[in-house]
């Protein structure tokens, strides 16, 4: 079956540092892979979407990676602040038709 | 455009009771999906729509959850009767094709 592994527990980084999480899969040839912030009381936020042909994706301090060949994501925050504290969920997606199914998140903690 | 809405926020009733959860998607947007999230199980698909037509049920957990979607701006996720093990936050999603989700807020759903 279809299983998605994101770091169970939770990430503590110091304010500063770039803060590196996981996603790894299984049994999902992903056409994309897209990822998103959760803050607590509060829904899911859309941050970044990459392509299976797409190695690397940047949007200001975030940068994702898509290794199909692992079968694994990764999440980085660069010059982490404490207002990135959060849950970030990932969400590999087999077809553009298909609907995303969610790995249960990481939380991360950014320490001033 | 207000994002997606959802009421109620909060709802507690009792064992057996009827619960009516309502979602008004963003204006535009062909895809509605209904979550449930909880600590064990994190965000799981319920079911969702294209274009106000039901395309996957199979995560309702049983009978007593059913959803319908009338119009393109109004979704209900009904649960009849409702007991304890219902308890969760359950989120209304939306989307334009299969790019990012926009999330509501969620109805947190306390059943005694």
């Known amino acids: 079956s279809q299983k998605i592994e994101q770091n169970s527990e939770a990430l503590n980084i110091q304010e500063g540092k770039t803060a590196t999480l996981t996603c790894n899969y299984t049994?999902?040839?992903?056409?994309?892979l897209q990822w998103y912030r959760q803050d607590p009381g509060r829904g899911p936020v859309f941050l970044l979407l990459?392509?299976?042909?797409?190695k690397e994706k940047r949007k200001e301090r975030l940068k994702v990676t898509f290794d199909t060949t692992l079968k694994q994501s990764l999440f980085h925050i660069t010059a982490s602040q404490p207002a990135d504290s959060a849950t970030y969920l990932c969400?590999?997606?087999?077809?553009?038709?298909?609907?995303?199914?969610f790995g249960k998140g990481t939380r991360l903690s950014v320490i001033a | 455009d207000a994002g997606v809405i959802q009421s109620p926020r909060h709802e507690v009733t009792e064992m057996g009771q009827e619960v009516t959860l309502r979602c008004k998607p963003i204006s535009g947007h062909d895809y509605l999906f209904w979550y449930r999230q909880t600590m064990m199980r994190g965000l799981e698909l319920l079911i969702y729509f294209n274009n106000n037509v039901p395309i996957d049920d199979s995560g309702m957990p049983e009978d007593r959850f059913s959803a319908k979607m009338p119009n393109a701006s109004f979704s209900t996720l009904k649960i009849q009767p409702s007991e304890p093990r219902d308890s969760a936050v359950y989120f209304c999603?939306?989307?334009?094709?299969?790019?990012?989700?926009?999330f509501g807020s969620g109805t947190r759903l306390t059943v005694v």
């Open positions: 969400a590999p997606a087999n077809s553009g038709n298909t609907p995303l199914v």
């Open positions: 990459i392509r299976e042909n797409e």
């Open positions: 999603a939306s989307s334009l094709g299969q790019a990012g989700y926009t």
């Open positions: 049994n999902y040839s992903p056409a994309y």
